[in-house]
């Protein structure tokens, strides 16, 4: 009986030891994970230092050497320069360029493409858009065409970055095929692109896309010269009877508030849909002048509401209307509905 | 982005003083001496650049002080809404490091000039 206590006793101590050496194990290792932890954040923060006043100085002066990066400082110090890249732009970009090539950023990028991660990936590929070196064109052509839609588009803005008017007939095609592609990122490539180079390819393209993607195309137009946007809709609205396609043509036509748009949106005013119709009413309140007048006061009656209000407030901006003549106009009405619509269009521009 | 723009400042003889944010940004108005020119950016942690432009425009001894604004955000009504809050400039990123300091030059000497006419016109001189 005494030596099974006495086992118990033995047993409970070293599993008592057990224990204790276990959490000290423990203690030990979060102690060194957090000292790890801080040698690498000591060793980041002095690497960023270094690497901003590199930066910095080479956006006044052409950098002539560069310390070499590691592979294992390199996604830092990418995205590090692709920050300086992002909000900068002129003469000091070429210098930015210049660095990263001395620094060696373009091996690793190249590198980096065949990254398992997608961050690595993305990154690689806007350190070449940046670098614009053509050589690497064709590594970035078949990404742009792969199924993921961050990498692909990131692929398309480096090759538009590259060499835009090459690329932009590219991008154009591939805009329609990607429903997956955020359309405010595309914009801003074809934004930074310019209209030069934009206007006649995407043009072209909108006249000759299928029914189904030319609104998505017609939209784009707002970063086009504004006369190439114009002719093209023009030949559009011509050629087709889509709804869909004429009511964003419209929309963009009173977003060009081209003076030559006024007369094609004249047109719509006749439309058989009223939404049309309500488009066309805004695009005259946009562009009209004293000519519409006689057209405004007709659609004052319409049955729809939509289009009595829109209609009034087209009255209501024309260049020469005053308060005045706009009280004169609704007094002539003798339709309840035209009178109410002005009343509540006169009222909100006193109280505005 | 405040490293570079310290960085191209300090290096064309200008003293720099840094607000890491938007709630730091009002306290240096509401406790420090005003300055020659205010860099802002648009979007800071805990106040935006438009309410410390403001802030700014009603703080006495800085509501004088040219007030440049910094922004990734270029639309129409940005730039309408920063200068309606009292912005003097307004500056698009990117930006091309000269055109910022000559901006700020010129913001600075049209200060002076302005509180010169002012010091004249209080005196006196016509």
């Keep these: 009986m005494v030596g099974f206590q006495s086992l118990i006793v033995v047993i409970a101590m070293w599993a008592g030891v057990a224990v204790l050496v276990l959490t000290l194990g423990l203690f030990a290792v979060i102690i060194g994970i957090r000292i790890a932890q801080a040698h690498g954040r000591r060793r980041s923060e002095r690497l960023t230092r270094r690497w901003r006043n590199l930066l910095s100085r080479a956006l006044v002066e052409t950098p002539v050497s560069a310390p070499p990066v590691s592979r294992r400082d390199a996604a830092e110090i990418m995205s590090l320069w692709g920050y300086y890249h992002e909000f900068l732009r002129g003469e000091c970009k070429t210098n930015l360029n210049r660095l990263g090539q001395l620094a060696g950023l373009d091996i690793h990028a190249k590198r980096g493409l065949r990254s398992d991660r997608v961050r690595h990936r993305l990154l690689s590929i806007h350190v070449l858009g940046n670098l614009r070196d053509r050589e690497t064109r064709r590594l970035l052509r078949p990404i742009a065409r792969s199924a993921n839609p961050y990498l692909s588009l990131a692929a398309a803005h480096a090759l538009m970055r590259i060499s835009p008017r090459e690329s932009i007939t590219d991008l154009i095609s591939m805009i329609a095929q990607r429903p997956d592609w955020p359309p405010a990122r595309v914009m801003a490539i074809l934004q930074e692109a310019g209209p030069e180079v934009v206007s006649e390819p995407l043009a072209r393209a909108a006249i000759e896309a299928d029914v189904a993607y030319q609104p998505l195309l017609l939209i784009y137009m707002s970063t086009s010269l504004d006369r190439v946007a114009l002719r093209a809709i023009k030949e559009i609205l011509l050629a087709t009877s889509d709804e869909q396609v004429i009511i964003t043509s419209l929309y963009q036509i009173t977003h060009l508030a081209h003076p030559d748009g006024l007369h094609i949106v004249r047109v719509f005013l006749e439309h058989p849909n009223w939404l049309i119709q309500l488009h066309a009413v805004q695009g005259i309140g946009r562009m009209g002048n004293d000519d519409d007048i006689d057209d405004l006061v007709r659609m004052l009656r319409h049955q729809k509401y939509w289009i009595r209000l829109r209609a009034a407030e087209a009255l209501a901006k024309l260049p020469t209307m005053t308060a005045r003549r706009l009280a004169a106009i609704r007094d002539r009405q003798d339709d309840r509905y035209a009178r109410d619509i002005l009343r509540e269009v006169i009222a909100q521009e006193v109280a505005a | ?126």
């Design chain 2, 1 to 126: 982005m405040s490293h570079v723009l310290d960085f191209l400042l300090t290096r064309e003889g200008f003293s720099v003083r840094l607000a890491r944010d938007g709630r730091e940004a009002l306290r240096a108005i509401a406790e420090e001496d005003p300055c020659e020119v205010v860099i802002l950016d648009v979007m800071m942690p805990f106040a935006s650049g438009i309410q410390v432009v403001r802030s700014l425009r009603q703080t006495p001894g800085w509501s004088d002080v040219p007030v440049i604004m910094v922004s990734g955000k270029g639309a129409e009504s940005d730039v309408v809404s920063a200068l309606e809050a009292g912005a003097s400039d307004y500056l698009t990123k990117p930006f091309r490091p000269r055109e910022f300091v000559a901006r700020v030059r010129a913001q600075i000497v049209r200060s002076r000039a302005a509180a010169n006419g002012s010091a004249l016109a209080r005196d006196g001189v016509a």
